[in-house]
């Protein structure tokens, strides 16, 4: 006799790995990862087994967790030894491609602005056929990638793809960028190793709300009968709580969190950067996945840094979603790997791009992208843009991590967007510095005068005032903080009442409410409506 139908509980993680490392953007195309892999998981786990103790005794200083430092007990060194060794086997490639890319920034640092026909016979022989070699207008070379072709080719390696399943009882989950998710599974955690594009992912996830049978999914996933029980502590026969489709007036704004937010009429739901909490007991009144509607009609991903581009959440909803909707970008530079590409190959069948000013009709508005200046350390990124969404007569600019380095920009703007209902801008005004994200991909590591200089910041007050004047938003919301505590795992910020950013923060507050515009920095949740 089959037994009754069950569902996912709310509180179960599913944590998307590469190589048993956490999954983001740059370990999501083939372009990138092998530079990931080698010049830093390689180096982390080489310096753990070398000295643990450096590790341990480093992360005992809060100001260094979120550097390269591995986050587990000096107990844990043979395992971390076996996972370098398999990676050292299973990654050669990586690992070759590395070097490859080495030989190729020296090849191109001896091009003198004469034709660079004769060099290709000299790219690496692993590259060659992958890359276009150009010049800049002032004779600067460099490649271009074929990204689509790298896809289709062994570096895009699927074999490296899993998810971890546990369940979690509150927020705090350690930091995920410098230690790889080791075996568990004595503590109920399960990497279950099948590639995120498989259709077993949504079969599971599709359990959070409508039931099904036990056996049927842990067959799908392919689960091994040691793990059965393991699996079976996933589940439950209590339903989840209804979340009826907004079915009011006008426009119902949900802050859920960081940079996600939902925008509802009767006819659409928009949701942006999915930044979605786990459903606990809580004493911090929170919106989570319970929460969203059954359908997601438009999903708008600004950009492709990890606290906007998870693939976490989005995996889980991949079910639900309509259309995901991504800048236009990927150009082959390895700075800026194609969000489009990356999100088709992680099985989301409907991805569209967007460019500065072009729309997208949708039922009751449209959405328009708009320019996204700054956040990305001077260096050459187009997958990046603000979101104008247009619904039932109101607009919403959401602006991400915009930073008025040219506050000029916003004055060109403003007469091809019109009146602003409501603004929700970052102001994450002391990002990290430029290494702290990009370094890998750097062919030589910058000076510290120079990686200081060139920080991934947002808006401070001033910046954040220039936007204000020249949009005149009737509403400002202040989001994309990383204050909430269910992002600990991919965001370090640690901050007290008078970190810059808290303090610049309030300064546009205080201009706001001197100019009339109503402000808020809304914190775990916020509702809000547009009539």
């Known amino acids: 006799m ?48 070398a000295n643990p103790a450096i590790h341990v005794a480093a992360l005992k200083s809060p100001a260094l967790r979120g550097g390269p430092y591995l986050n587990c007990g000096v107990e844990r060194v043979g395992e971390v030894k076996a996972l370098l060794e398999r990676t050292l086997q299973e990654e050669s490639l990586a690992l ?25 016979p000299r790219v690496p022989d692993l590259l ?66 099948l590639p995120f594009k498989h259709e077993a992912w949504d079969t599971l996830f599709a359990m959070r709300r409508t039931p099904a049978p036990l056996e049927a999914v842990r067959d799908a996933l392919g689960i091994a009968p040691q793990d059965g029980d393991t699996f079976a502590t996933f589940f439950t026969p209590e339903p989840p709580r209804p979340a009826p489709r907004y079915d009011g007036d006008g426009v119902r704004v949900r802050y859920f969190g960081h940079a996600c937010v939902l925008i509802e009429s009767r006819h659409v739901s928009v ?36 606290d ?50 072009e729309s997208l009709p949708v039922p009751g508005g449209e959405l328009v992208g708009l320019p996204f200046l700054g956040e990305h350390g001077d260096l050459d990124v187009r997958g990046k843009l603000a979101h104008l969404v247009r619904l039932e007569g109101k607009a919403l600019l959401m602006a991400a991590d915009s930073n008025a380095l040219e506050p000029r920009l916003y004055e060109h703007v403003q007469p091809h967007v019109g009146p602003i209902d409501m603004m929700w801008l970052g102001m ?76 610049e923060s309030r300064k546009l507050l205080a201009h706001c409410r001197e100019h009339g515009v109503d402000g808020d920095m809304p914190y775990g949740q916020a509702e809000s409506f547009l009539r």
């Not at 910058?446 to 947002?458: A, V």
């Not at 910020?493 to 950013?501: I, L, R, T, V």
Request: charged share 20%; glycine share 6%; proline share 8%.
């Open 428 to 503: 994450e005004s002391e990002g990290g510095p430029l290494s702290w994200m990009y370094g890998p991909l750097l062919p030589a590591p910058l000076s510290r005068k120079m990686d200081q200089s060139r920080r991934l910041n947002g808006s401070n007050a001033a910046r954040a005032i220039d936007i204000v004047q020249r949009l005149k938003p009737r509403q400002v919301r202040i989001y994309a903080m990383g204050r909430e505590p269910w992002l600990g795992h991919v965001m370090v910020m640690g901050y007290h009442e008078q970190s810059p950013q808290l303090v």
């Open 96 to 120: 070759r491609y590395a070097a490859a890319m080495r030989e190729l920034d020296a090849l191109l640092a001896s091009a003198e602005g004469y034709s660079l026909e004769e060099l290709y």
């Open 2 to 49: 089959s037994r009754p139908p069950v569902y996912l509980k709310q509180n179960v993680v599913a944590e998307p790995l590469h190589n048993q490392w956490y999954a983001w953007w740059f370990l999501a195309s083939p372009m990138t990862a092998p530079l990931f892999v080698a010049n830093l998981h390689v180096k982390i786990m080489e310096s753990f087994v």
């Open 308 to 357: 906007h581009l998870m693939f976490e959440p989005l995996l889980q909803l991949r079910h639900r979603i309509g259309t995901v909707v991504v800048p236009a970008g990927g150009g082959g530079a390895l700075v800026d790997p194609s969000l489009k590409l990356m999100l088709q190959h992680a099985g989301f069948r409907n991805v569209v791009t967007l460019s500065e000013l």
């Open 128 to 193: 060659r056929g992958y890359v276009e070699l150009t010049y800049d207008l002032r004779n600067r070379a460099s490649a271009r990638f074929f990204e689509p072709l790298l896809y289709r080719s062994p570096f895009h390696r699927e074999s490296s793809q899993s998810v971890s399943l546990r369940l979690v009882h509150g927020d705090a989950r350690p930091y995920v960028f410098s230690t790889p998710r080791l075996d568990d599974s004595r503590d109920g955690d399960l990497q279950v190793r």
């Open 271 to 306: 949701l942006t950067d999915p930044v979605v909490s786990y459903d606990f007991p809580t004493d911090l009144p929170r919106f989570t996945f319970a929460d969203l509607p059954e359908r997601i009609d438009y999903v708008l991903l600004t950009h492709g840094h990890a």
